[in-house]
């Protein structure tokens, strides 16, 4: 069967330091992956999404990046976080065999920049 | 622009009660709406996923219904437990089918009494 891991699930980093957040998918290939924020009160928001190796597409503007080294590793990464990255995360991922095929979520990071 | 809205926003009831949570989407041209249960601080797991053709959907205690026509969904939950305490949230894809074209209502936040 297949699963997601995504860790951490807590994290409390300063202002200015660097972030790596890492989702792995088990037992599929080819999967489609996904970083979402959720912030408080509001709806999540796609950050990136990938349909293959090094493929990456950015929904909104940011202070963060993601890559995809390997077919089942999705990276979330950033330089130097803001206050404002402060949020839960979201890793998610669906098979690459069209889009009724539902999402499976990762448990989330919850990040708080201080 | 697509939009989907949840109400109410937060609702408490009775173990053992029923409810009905509602979602009104605007997302055109409509390809499929899901519903997810989040429970605190964790990653949203999947309820239902209905097409166009569908207009109910059951699963266990959770029936999903959809009206393409008026573009609603309700969510009911028969004799609600305790476990049901959670974020139900409203999903629905435009038929592009891909993560860019999923948009999220922010929500209703559920509480289950004794």
């Known amino acids: 069967s297949q699963t997601i891991h995504q860790w951490p699930a807590t994290l409390v980093q300063p202002v200015g330091s660097p972030l790596s957040l890492e989702c792995t998918v088990e037992?599929?290939?080819?999967?489609?992956l996904y970083w979402y924020r959720q912030a408080a009160g509001r709806g999540l928001q796609l950050l990136f999404y990938s349909v293959g190796i090094g493929q990456i597409s950015s929904e909104v503007p940011q202070n963060l990046s993601a890559s995809r080294p390997q077919d089942r590793q999705f990276i979330l990464s950033s330089k130097k976080l803001l206050l404002s990255d402060s949020g839960f995360y979201l890793c998610?991922?669906?098979?690459?065999?069209?889009?009724?095929?539902?999402?499976?979520f990762g448990s989330g990071t919850r990040l708080t920049v201080v | 622009k697509n939009q989907v809205e949840q109400s109410p926003q937060s609702l408490i009831i009775l173990e053992g009660k029923n409810c009905t949570l509602q979602?009104?989407?605007?997302?055109?041209?409509?390809?499929?709406l899901r519903w997810y249960k989040q429970d605190t601080g964790r990653g949203p797991v999947s309820l239902t996923i209905?097409?166009?053709?569908?207009n109910t959907k059951s699963n266990g205690r959770y029936t999903a219904t959809l009206d393409a026509d008026t573009k609603q969904s309700s969510l009911h939950i028969t004799a609600s437990q305790l476990s049901d305490s959670a974020s139900y949230i409203c999903v629905v894809s435009d038929s592009g089918g891909g993560a860019d074209g999923l948009t999220f209502g922010k929500g209703t936040h559920l509480i289950i009494q004794p």
């Open positions: 998610a991922w669906n098979p690459d065999r069209g889009p009724l095929y539902g999402y499976t």
């Open positions: 209905m097409t166009f053709s569908e």
């Open positions: 979602c009104n989407y605007t997302v055109s041209p409509f390809s499929n």
């Open positions: 037992g599929t290939s080819n999967p489609n």
